[in-house]
């Protein structure tokens, strides 16, 4: 059974993506099988990567996509989804 392998999500903490809440990102994208990716826009940035993520600069209210690149990786997928809707317990 194949599950949805992206997920669009805003962020809502006042700060944004900051170092804080990237390196959270990174370090749930890391445990994963496969590549996790961020997506603004049009740039596609590898999850597991504090420098990456920031890079984005994304502010609040930012949409953002992730996307994994296998189904065995969805429960990673949902605690990102998840930490990101919480706004990372700011």
Known sequence: MSH???RDVVIINELGL???SAAEI???A???NSK???IM???RVDASSIIDILSLGCSKG???TLKIDEDSDVNILNEI???VKKGFGE
């Open 18 to 20: 900051h170092a804080r």
């Open 62 to 64: 930012s949409k953002i």
């Open 4 to 6: 949805k392998l992206s």
């Open 81 to 83: 989804v998840e930490i």
């Open 41 to 43: 826009e049009k740039e």
């Open 30 to 32: 890391q445990n994963a």
């Open 36 to 38: 996790v990716w961020l």
């Open 26 to 28: 990174a370090k749930l």
